[in-house]
C-alpha cells in the first residue's frame, strides 16, 4: 500500500509541470497584435497567423484603399501593434503619414516585397494614364494567385521573425496555404479555359484586374485607371460604350469599392446586361458572400465565366 501511494506521489509530481503547461495553454498566451492595411491582407495574415495572431485591419471591408483616410483611431490601434502589415508598390499612399503620426515601434511587412509587378507602360494601362501616384507598377497583385505565393512566405517568415518561438506554426500554415492558393489557380485556369478566347472580355469600373488578365489571358477595360481616384473622362465613356458594342463584350461588372452609377450608365447605353458585383480591393464583412480571400477569389472567377458565356 506504502508502495503505491509512492508511486501515485511520484506521478502527480511528474503530471505538476505539464498541468501547469496545460492550464497556461488553456489560458492562453497573448497574442502577436498585427494590423493589416485593408481586409484581404488581413484575412491572409489571420489564415497564416491562426490562433498565435490577433489581426486587424485599418482600411474595412467594402472600404477603397485609393481614397482612405485615416483617423486618429487608426494612429491609436498602428502604435499598440506589434506587426504592420502592408501590399507596398505605392498601393497605400496614406500609410507612411499614418506610420509616422502615430510613432509606431514594430515590425513591418510588406507582402509584396520581391516580386516582380505587372508594369503599366507597354500596353498594359489601356491608355487611362493614370499611375498612382507617379508609380510604373500595378498593385494588385492579390489577383495573380502565382505572385500571391510570395505574399505568403513574406507574411509567414514576418511573422517568424517577429515571434521565433512559433516560426515552425507559421512556416506549416503559411506552405498549407499557399498550397490551398496553387488548387485554386488550376481551377481557375481549368475554368477559363473552357471558354474560346474570343469570350474572354470583360469590363470593371477601375483597372484593378490587370494580374488576372494577364494570368487567365482574358482582355478587361476600365473607364477609370489603376486608381478610384482618377475620373472617367467622356470621351473615355464613350470609346469604351463603342468597343463594348463592337466586341459584343458581355461581362460587364460593377465593383465593391465603387459606386456603380457609371458602370450603370456605360451597361445602360451600350445595351447590355451588368453581370453582378466583382470584388476588386476588399472583401465583403464577416458572414458575406466573399468575406475570406479565397471565397473572393472564387466568386470573382465563378461570375466572370458566367458572363462571358453566351451563344456561339
Do not use: C
Not at 510588406?110 to 500595378?138: C, F
Not at 463592337?246 to 451597361?267: C, D, G, K, S, T
Request: charged share 20%.
Amino acid at each position: 500500500m506504502i508502495r503505491i501511494l509512492a508511486a501515485l506521489f511520484a506521478a502527480l509530481l511528474l503530471a505538476g509541470p505539464v498541468q501547469a503547461q496545460a492550464q497556461a495553454q488553456a489560458q492562453g498566451t497573448p497574442k502577436l497584435k498585427a494590423i493589416a492595411s485593408f481586409s484581404i491582407l488581413a484575412d491572409i495574415v489571420a489564415q497564416i497567423g491562426g490562433d498565435k495572431v490577433a489581426v486587424a485591419t485599418l482600411v474595412p471591408a467594402m472600404g477603397d484603399a485609393h481614397v482612405y483616410q485615416p483617423s486618429p483611431a487608426d494612429a491609436r490601434a498602428v502604435a499598440s501593434a506589434d506587426l504592420l502589415v502592408a501590399n507596398g508598390l505605392n498601393f497605400e499612399t496614406w500609410l507612411d503619414r499614418l506610420v509616422a503620426a502615430s510613432g509606431f515601434k514594430g515590425r513591418r511587412i510588406v507582402a509584396a516585397e520581391g516580386i516582380r509587378p505587372r508594369r503599366l507602360d507597354g500596353g498594359h494601362d489601356h491608355d487611362h494614364g493614370h499611375d498612382h501616384g507617379g508609380a510604373k507598377d500595378d498593385p494588385h497583385v492579390w489577383h495573380d494567385l502565382q505572385r500571391m505565393q510570395a505574399y505568403v512566405t513574406n507574411i509567414a517568415n514576418g511573422l517568424a521573425a517577429a515571434d521565433p518561438a512559433n516560426a515552425d506554426y507559421y512556416r506549416a500554415r503559411g506552405t498549407a496555404y499557399a498550397a490551398q492558393l496553387k488548387e485554386v489557380d488550376q481551377w481557375a485556369a481549368a475554368e477559363f479555359a473552357r471558354l474560346p478566347k474570343a469570350y474572354r472580355k470583360a469590363i470593371s469600373q477601375h483597372d484593378a484586374f490587370g494580374y488576372l488578365a494577364d494570368r487567365y489571358q482574358i482582355e478587361f477595360l476600365a473607364p477609370q485607371g489603376m486608381s478610384t481616384e482618377s475620373e472617367a473622362s467622356a470621351e473615355a465613356v464613350a470609346r469604351l460604350i463603342r468597343q463594348i458594342k463592337r466586341q459584343r463584350v458581355q461581362a460587364v461588372f460593377f465593383e465593391n469599392v465603387v459606386n456603380p452609377r457609371l458602370i450603370e450608365q456605360i451597361a445602360r447605353e451600350a445595351r447590355v446586361k451588368v453581370g453582378g458585383r466583382l470584388y476588386s480591393d476588399a472583401l465583403s464583412p464577416p458572414g458575406g458572400e466573399a468575406d475570406s480571400f479565397m471565397k473572393m477569389y472564387r466568386l470573382n472567377v465563378g461570375r466572370l465565366v458566367e458572363a462571358m458565356q453566351r451563344d456561339s
